[in-house]
C-alpha cells in the first residue's frame, strides 16, 4: 500500500522566502509527526497531531514555524521568513495509534522529507 | 548533555564482521526501545524493537539494560548492504503521550 509522502522532495528559498512542506500520511493513521534533521544529527522532534489537533509544538524552533492538520489528513509545515539555519531534512512520520497507547500501533512510519536549502 | 547518546561512529569493517553499537539515554521514564536504519538521503525504517530479555531477528541482535540505561546493537556477518546510519530510539513519555527521541546515529561502512 501507498506509504508517507511529501512534497516537494526539495526546495531551494531564499533567505526570507515563505515556504510550505506537504505530508501525505498513510491513510487512517490517527498520529502525525513532524521532524527536522540537520546534516549528521538524528531527526529532532517539531511538533505532534492526534487526527486535527495538534497536541504539541513544542518542538518548533520559532514562531516563524507554523503546522497545521485541518482535516486530520493532510498537514502542511509552513516556515516564515526563511533563514539558513532553516535549512535541514523535514521529516514527517506517521503512525496508526495515538502515542498514549502502546503497542504495535505505535510504529511511526517516515516519509521520504524534503530537504530545504536557504539561501 | 543530550537524551539520547550514540558511538559518534564511523565504523568501517570488513564483510563477515561482527560489530557493536551502543547507546545511553537519561530519561529512566523512557518506555520503549528501538534501533532504526537510515540510508544515505532516505527516511529512517524501523530495523527492531528493543526488550528488556534481548532479542535477535537473524543476523541482529539487540539488548537493553534498563538499569544502567544502556542498549545495545550487534551484527553479526556483517553485508556490504548493512552499510547505513543506525539511530538509537527512545519513547519517553511527554506531556500525556509518548515523543521518540533519536540519537545522532552511528554510521557503519561495510566494505569487501
Known amino acids: 500500500g501507498a506509504g508517507v509522502s511529501q512534497s516537494p522532495r526539495y526546495k531551494v528559498a531564499k533567505r526570507g522566502q515563505d515556504v510550505a512542506l506537504r505530508c501525505d500520511p498513510i491513510?487512517?493513521?490517527?498520529?502525525l509527526f513532524w521532524y527536522q534533521q540537520a546534516l549528521g544529527q538524528g531527526p529532532e522532534f517539531l511538533t505532534y497531531?492526534?487526527?486535527?489537533?495538534?497536541?504539541?509544538k513544542s518542538g518548533l524552533p520559532s514562531d516563524r514555524f507554523f503546522a497545521e492538520r485541518p482535516e486530520g489528513s493532510v498537514s502542511t509545515l509552513k516556515i516564515q521568513r526563511t533563514q539558513q539555519e532553516d535549512s535541514a531534512v523535514y521529516l514527517c512520520?506517521?503512525?496508526?495509534?495515538?502515542?498514549?497507547?502502546?503497542?504495535?500501533?505505535?510504529?511511526?512510519?517516515f516519509g521520504p522529507g524534503t530537504r530545504l536549502t536557504v539561501l | 548533555r543530550k537524551e539520547v547518546e550514540q558511538d559518534p561512529g564511523p565504523f568501517n569493517v570488513p564483510e563477515g564482521a561482527t560489530v557493536a553499537f551502543n547507546c545511553t539515554y537519561s530519561?529512566?521514564?523512557?518506555?520503549?526501545f528501538f534501533w532504526y536504519r537510515q540510508d544515505c538521503r532516505k527516511e529512517p525504517k524501523l530495523l527492531m524493537s528493543?526488550?528488556?530479555s534481548g532479542n535477535e531477528d537473524g543476523r541482529f541482535t539487540a539488548q537493553l539494560n534498563r538499569a544502567s540505561q544502556y542498549i545495545s546493537l550487534l551484527i553479526r556477518d556483517s553485508k556490504l548492504s548493512d552499510s547505513a546510519t543506525y539511530l538509537c530510539?527512545?519513547?519517553?513519555?511527554?506531556?500525556?503521550?509518548?515523543?521518540?527521541?533519536f540519537g545522532a546515529g552511528t554510521r557503519l561502512a561495510v566494505h569487501p
Open positions: 512520520a506517521s503512525s496508526l495509534a495515538p502515542t498514549s497507547l502502546a503497542g504495535a500501533g505505535n510504529t511511526q512510519y
Open positions: 491513510s487512517g493513521h490517527v498520529s
Open positions: 497531531f492526534q487526527n486535527e489537533a495538534q497536541l504539541d
Open positions: 530519561n529512566s521514564a523512557s518506555q520503549s
Open positions: 528493543v526488550y528488556s
Open positions: 530510539v527512545v519513547n519517553t513519555p511527554s506531556g500525556g503521550y509518548n515523543k521518540l527521541i
